[in-house]
């Protein structure tokens, strides 16, 4: 395969997944990792993605853009399948938790329709759309109200109301971003207020994003970084990120993607 061709297919890929590694490439082009480096160099030369460490992502959008839940759900499939495995662990039968909108939590839904007794609070269609099919009789699955976003969750005063009155054990929040100025991040003003009210109303926060997350800063945030009492990341995290997030969050977990 000619150069020209290679970084055609490393672009499409990149496109399609949100992120690619240097590894997976030259193992998939049988080539050396330093060819795949020169490729990505070429196509972030020409604006057309971004390096990061150990791969390339898609070229940053403005802080307010916000992808639609398809286009989220194909980004870093690895990564969330391990974050969802290690957060189903901390629930238990018979807790009320709250699962905000994301692919991330989708993913985490998927791992909990077993649990018995579960009170599931959710501003996610996709989400309530998985217990929903599930069909367990003894679990129950809170829809806020509200206007639907690109994202699929639901958003504005309705959702913010209904929230307000509840009292729950613990939250799962996915965020679009993270960052050390702007804590934990979202492009839609009103999403990050229902998430807001999500967090008042559970005892427990723990925050799932994965390693993309970091540096990314959307037009809201929800809340500082040390308000999670868990991040769950994945070991895609520069070491530099992982010391300031173990200095600064109760308790940090990395996880291995397979």
Do not use: C
């Not at 390096?51 to 940053?60: D, E, F, M, N, Q």
């Not at 629930?91 to 991330?104: N, Q």
């Not at 501003?123 to 929903?132: E, G, H, Q, T």
């Not at 300031?244 to 109760?250: A, N, Q, R, S």
Request: no cysteine; charged share 20%; aromatic share 2%.
């Amino acid at each position: 395969m000619l150069a020209q061709q290679r970084q055609a297919a490393i672009l499409d890929r990149v496109r399609a997944a949100g992120g690619v590694r240097v590894s997976e490439l030259a193992a998939e082009y049988g080539v050396s990792d330093m060819t795949i480096r020169r490729d990505l160099e070429s196509l972030a030369d020409r604006g057309l993605l971004a390096k990061v460490h150990g791969g390339a992502t898609t070229v940053s959008p403005g802080s307010a853009h916000e992808p639609g839940f398809a286009a989220k759900s194909v980004r870093q499939r690895a990564e969330k399948a391990a974050m969802a495995m290690h957060a189903a662990g901390l629930v238990s039968p018979g807790d009320a938790i709250a699962l905000s909108a994301g692919t991330t939590t989708a993913g985490l839904a998927q791992r909990l329709v077993d649990v018995p007794a579960l009170t599931v609070v959710t501003n996610s269609i996709p989400v309530a759309d998985v217990f929903y099919r599930a069909g367990r009789p003894d679990q129950t699955v809170v829809l806020t109200g509200g206007t639907r976003t690109p994202s699929d969750a639901l958003v504005g005063p309705v959702a913010v109301a209904a929230i307000g009155t509840l009292h729950l054990d613990m939250l799962f929040l996915g965020v679009h971003g993270m960052s050390e100025r702007a804590g934990y991040t979202t492009p839609n003003l009103m999403e990050a207020d229902v998430n807001r009210a999500l967090v008042e109303a559970a005892e427990r926060l723990v925050v799932l994003a994965d390693h993309t997350k970091w540096g990314t800063v959307g037009i809201s945030s929800i809340v500082p970084l040390e308000r999670a009492d868990v991040l769950i990341t994945d070991d895609g995290l520069d070491q530099q990120a992982r010391a300031l997030l173990d200095e600064t969050v109760p308790e940090l977990v990395v996880v291995s993607a397979p």
